[in-house]
């Protein structure tokens, strides 16, 4: 149940089948939501002993409230500031604000400053919001973010769109959002990892038979997308078991793009790696590397006999757009073996667009856009229907590239969670399109290449970042790729 992630119309499905199927009452799940923040809250800061909270009009208030009379009874210093009438609250909320105030505690308006505390939590707006956010609550939001103390998100950082991860005009900055039932779409992708901090999953003990009736097509992906997809080798194996992979690319001037594909499929555990690049630099491509098998390309005709030895290609690394490349193009589209198209080969697609089931596309946000005749802003408003729009005009599989990767395919999406800004940089996209051509050519469908690929490229940065994030370069993620792999 935690790996999987739904729209926000979908977890209010599940809410309401939790009450009224499940039997379980509206302030029990509240009660539980409130109990399992101030958990998580007390283990991320066990010295801290005062709260400020501020809460909304609905349930995401009365979850604070659930969490001011917590910290009440622990011995907290506890100051609430409402920012709706207390007396319209209704339901599970009102019980809530009810039972605050009978253990002791005071509600007070919101003035447009928040007073000190150890912890913040922001217990404004929920997973409905689907407008600007104005008024008071842009003016909480905006003290909110002005504030040095950690801030603590009850459900989904207010402001913040639960399918899109956009910020409605403005949104919390959390340093840690708990989440309720169900994971969020705009939790996991896009901008929404400048504003949920560090993100938990409380199920709140909801059956598994409430679940079962809200299904969804979305999922995150974790270790067990490794272990499904990629067994223990047979102590058997030989290097033709593991593949034959074939990158393509390498314009003159830009050769390092392709050499990275190269060495990326080679630590992913392909077999055999050729590489087919300009004949200005195939002669020393592999010096350092010599592992890897360097094909000169005088025409895109002298690759057809290799063609015919291979077991999954990958094109585009520093390819270019030119004539050369145009016609390497052609001719590998209308390969049988399963393909990755990346980086130039992209741009050239999108100029004659046509739709194929044996290919995994990896656009960044800009290719992605040039792909749909539209602007990036427009991908990065919503990343989940610009896959998905992808995945039904050009077939095969999706990989949205950015910060929370997606993967697209006709049986739905896949998130990532892993990776760090340290992979903005110059040839992350082209050892992703190595590793995952690498894992085509070992047997793997396009599907579990794609999930598997980004799901290890993306560990894989994260262990090179010991040194830190800044600076952190493709060949230092390439180096981590033989321990993830094998995780």
Partial sequence: MKNRVYTATQVRQLDRSAIHDAGIPAYTLMSRA???????????????????????????????????????????????????????????????????????????????????????VDALLGTGLDRTVEGAYAAAIQQLNQQTAPLVAVDIPSGLHADTGQPCGGAVEATLTVTYIGLKAGLLTGKARDYCGTLHLATLDVPDSVYAQVPTDMHLLGLHTLHEHLAPRRRSAHKGN???????????????????????????????????????????????????????????STLSPLLTRVNAIGIGPGMAQTVWSTELLTLIQNTSQPKVLDADALNLLAQTPSQRDDWILTPHPGEAARLL??????????????????QREYGGVIVLKGAGTLVASSNGIAFCDAGNPGMASGGMGDALTGIITALLAQGLSLEAAATTGVWVHAHAADRATADGERGLLASDLITHLREVINT
Wanted: proline share 5%; hydrophobic share 45%.
């Fill in 242 to 300: 593991a593949g034959h992979a074939l990158l393509v690319g390498g314009a003159p001037g830009m050769s390092g793009a392709i050499r990275l594909a190269g060495e990326a499929a080679l630590r992913a555990g392909s077999g055999l790696v050729s590489v087919a690049t300009h004949p200005e630099h195939a002669p020393f491509l592999n010096v350092y590397r010599p592992e890897l098998m360097v094909h000169a390309l005088d025409s895109p």
């Fill in 34 to 120: 409130g109990q399992a923040t101030f958990d998580h809250l007390r283990s991320r800061w066990p010295d801290a002993r005062s709260l400020c909270i501020l809460c909304g009009a609905g349930n995401n208030g009365g979850d604070g409230y659930v969490i001011a009379r917590l910290a009440l009874q622990a011995g907290w210093q506890v100051t609430l500031i409402s920012l709706a009438d207390v007396s319209r609250l209704q339901g599970a909320a009102q019980q809530a604000s009810h039972n605050f105030s009978a253990a002791g505690g005071h509600v007070q308006a919101f003035t447009g400053e928040i007073p000190p505390a150890a912890v913040i």
């Fill in 373 to 390: 005749s539209c602007t990036t802003a427009a991908v990065e408003q919503d990343r989940v229907t610009a896959a998905r729009r992808l």
